[in-house]
């Protein structure tokens, strides 16, 4: 499976970006994560393809929101009221074949494809 992202940019605090991820084929979830300049790669959000069950990060809940086109075999991120700390780059994940429970999901081994990352600026 083949990842793209796309989508990120400048933008100032408060405002919004939205990321787009197209897989080239059936995933049972994807995810992005975020590396900031220093820091280790950090989990942002998932969602699983079939039954579309979600887990956020605390530091994200209520201002990002993923979603999925089932018929595109694409996934979106949009971020909203972005803060400077939002400034990463950020990577598309897609795991393939059994199901995990939820609270695995974070773990960047448990997805076997990225894509190339796009980098998001806030700036305050």
């Known amino acids: 499976v083949q990842l793209q992202a796309f989508g990120g940019g400048l933008v100032q605090a408060g405002g919004s970006l939205r990321l787009s991820c197209a897989a080239s084929?059936?995933?049972?979830?994807m995810g992005w994560f975020r590396q900031a300049p220093g820091k280790e790669r950090e989990f942002v959000t998932v969602?699983?393809?079939?039954?579309?069950?979600?887990l956020y990060s605390g530091s994200v809940k209520g201002r990002f929101t993923i979603s999925r086109d089932n018929a595109k075999n694409t996934v979106y991120l949009q971020m909203n009221s972005l803060k400077p700390e939002d400034t990463a780059v950020y990577y598309c994940?897609?795991?393939?074949?059994?199901?995990?429970?939820?609270?695995?999901?974070?773990?960047?081994?448990?997805?076997?494809?990225w894509g190339q990352g796009t980098l998001v600026t806030v700036s305050s």
């Open positions: 994940a897609a795991r393939i074949g059994t199901a995990q429970p939820m609270d695995y999901m974070p773990s960047p081994g448990m997805y076997g494809y």
């Open positions: 969602i699983t393809w079939n039954s579309g069950n979600i």
């Open positions: 084929g059936r995933t049972y979830a």
